[in-house]
């Protein structure tokens, strides 16, 4: 009997689409790790989903850091569940780190969960919405773009709701945002623009991740948190000669590494790549190692990253 072709292929690449065997590494290790969602940024010239990542421990998916575009199929391929997550952390409202967002909310609807899901994200400023702001506009029961999920926000007729909270971007001190266990989230202002942003340091058990936001480093804050992290994931959204405007939103890659540097970073992960960032990554790469001894991963999509 003839296969198919669409069924053979089906059967080789297991069953559930083209899934790659190591996208699920981190799905089916013990211990801690973290797994890059999307690689890249806003532009969808680069191959590679928009900014997410997972933290997983013994096989569950118990955090999601930002859900920008591509994020939804990159979860499903990595096996992540959100019945696992203990909470999800967004660093900003651009698209490329919260567009995916509301139809990971949707694919809540298929599931059993009975617990609140945490969601921590910026306060608002006069060009951007805070956390609140963006799941009113998105979920809200009455002006909500999605309003048939409007259940997700305020827990009508559904099981389990979201669970908001904001953090003032302009503070000069770190909130914690989560502790329960070993498990404990720092959140932080970063300077991004004129786009409210904050930064994340994560601890889970003994080990410490540091998710930067997007940022241009020139603001002592973050700094304090995420001293002697394990793993540092920042943004190398731009090339050494970027000009001022750029420089205002990203850190070129010599500020990367003095950051990592300075803060005595274990392992720095590279990620947000963009065609601009991606066609000096020689140069880049050559650059940080002069100033940071420590190793250099550049993200790919679903790169698992254990810790222990
Ligand atoms: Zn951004």
């Given amino acids: 009997m003839k296969l198919p072709l669409a069924l053979a292929i089906a059967l080789l690449s297991g069953g559930l689409g083209l899934a790659r065997a190591d996208d699920t590494a981190c799905a089916q290790r013990e211990g801690v790790s973290v797994q890059i969602l999307g690689s890249g940024g806003p532009?969808?010239?680069?191959?590679?989903?928009?900014?997410?990542n997972l933290i997983w421990r013994d096989g569950k998916s118990v955090a999601l850091i930002d859900a920008g575009g591509g994020i939804f199929l990159r979860f499903g391929e990595a096996r992540a569940r959100?019945?696992?997550?203990?909470?999800?952390?967004?660093?900003?409202?651009?698209?490329?780190h919260s567009a995916d967002f509301p139809a990971l909310v949707k694919s809540a609807f298929f599931i059993e969960r009975n617990r609140n899901l945490p969601v921590f994200g910026p306060s608002s400023n006069a060009i951007f919405p805070g956390l609140n702001g963006f799941l009113n506009g998105m979920l809200g029961p009455k002006k909500g773009v999605y309003r048939y999920l409007s259940g997700f926000l305020d827990g009508k007729g559904q099981e389990f709701s979201l669970e908001p909270t904001e953090v003032d971007a302009r503070k000069a001190?770190?909130?914690?945002?989560?502790s329960k266990g070993d498990v404990r989230v720092q959140a932080v202002g970063v300077p991004h623009g004129r786009v409210p942003s904050v930064g994340y340091a994560i601890e889970v058990g003994?080990?410490?991740?540091?998710?930067s936001g997007d940022q241009n480093t020139q603001d002592p804050r973050l700094a304090r948190i995420a001293?002697?992290?394990?793993?540092l994931v920042f943004p190398l959204a731009l090339p050494e000669e970027a000009g001022p405007g750029a420089r205002q939103l990203h850190a070129?890659?010599?500020?990367?590494?003095?950051?990592?540097?300075?803060?005595?970073?274990?392992?720095?992960?590279?990620?947000?790549?963009m065609a601009a960032s991606l066609s000096a990554l020689d140069e880049s790469l050559a650059i940080i190692r002069q100033r940071y001894s420590g190793p250099v991963v550049v993200a790919q999509d679903l790169m698992c990253l254990p810790l222990d």
């Fill in 43 to 52: 532009v969808a010239d680069d191959a590679r989903a928009s900014t997410g």
């Fill in 82 to 96: 959100i019945e696992d997550l203990d909470f999800v952390a967004l660093t900003h409202f651009h698209t490329d």
């Fill in 173 to 178: 001190t770190a909130t914690q945002v989560f």
């Fill in 206 to 211: 003994p080990y410490k991740m540091v998710f």
């Fill in 227 to 231: 001293m002697n992290a394990d793993l």
């Fill in 252 to 273: 070129v890659p010599s500020q990367i590494a003095d950051f990592a540097t300075a803060t005595h970073a274990r392992k720095l992960v590279l990620t947000h790549l």
